[in-house]
């Protein structure tokens, strides 16, 4: 949680300077972008296998983890998202079908960085692959707990809206943004604090102080949820878990 939010306090600092360079200003916010997400992930790994806690030593080892993977996605991501921007510009159902395209991205490229540090495929086209093979054959299991999850963001006024916006901006970056591995958490924490019926002045200061060990526990979550249904199919379970009922 510590390195989660000096990663933020970074990038909100770099943010600063690169909005006034221009074209080298975004070119820098994508390498940071994919230094601090690899990062993530990789300390994601090391906890996931549980061996020791983790030290200052491993924020340090992690910085360049998974560099070259985040951004290999992103750049295959990139140019069909540039050409659906600029085809739907002039579309007067543009801002529909775009949105109906970046949903589609962000449910079947949801496990983009559980693929990237668990099943570590040798290029961004194989990543692209084994999510969409993953959703298909556990889009159940899955997606309930997310579901469950921003329940209350959804059932709210303008829920729809805003599931709608939070999944186009994550369905842009297949997950794989650093900025908005915060902003989910956020949203989701405020959703439930709204549900709750807490003062907005309460569970804004509220979520902003829960969102590092939300977003750390989300991914930590996903990952373990990751390790148990890939390699094994639906049926496979079932048969397993009727084998040891049986037993």
């Not at 221009?22 to 940071?32: E, H």
């Not at 549980?50 to 992690?62: H, K, M, T, V, Y």
Request: aromatic content about 12%; charged content about 10%; proline content about 5%.
């Amino acid at each position: 949680m510590l390195a989660l939010v000096g990663f933020a306090l970074l990038f909100v600092g770099v943010s600063q300077v690169a909005g006034s360079l221009g074209i080298a200003g975004g070119f820098l916010l994508g390498a940071l972008n994919a230094l601090l997400v690899g990062a993530t992930l990789s300390l994601i790994e090391h906890s996931l296998g549980g061996a020791r806690s983790l030290q200052l030593q491993d924020i340090q080892e992690s910085l360049g983890c998974y560099f070259w993977e985040v951004i290999g996605v992103g750049f295959v991501l990139w140019l069909p998202i540039m050409a659906l921007d600029m085809g739907t510009q002039a579309n007067p159902y543009g801002q529909f079908l775009s949105s109906a395209a970046l949903l589609l991205l962000f449910i079947l490229l949801n496990p983009a960085p559980e693929v990237i540090y668990q099943v570590r495929q040798d290029s961004p086209l194989d990543v692209l692959k084994t999510c969409y093979e993953f959703v298909l054959e556990n889009w159940i299991e899955w997606f309930l707990p997310f579901g469950l999850l921003i329940l209350p963001v959804v059932v709210s006024p303008s829920g729809l809206e805003q599931f709608v916006r939070l999944s186009s901006r994550l369905g842009r970056g297949a997950g794989l943004d650093f900025f908005q591995l915060l902003i989910l958490p956020f949203t989701v924490l405020g959703g439930w604090f709204g549900y709750l019926g807490l003062p907005s002045d309460a569970y804004l200061i509220l979520a902003i102080l829960l969102t590092p060990p939300v977003a750390m526990s989300i991914l930590l979550f996903r990952g373990h949820l990751f390790a148990l249904l890939h390699g094994s199919s639906h049926r496979q379970r079932e048969f397993a878990r009727r084998f040891d009922d049986g037993r």
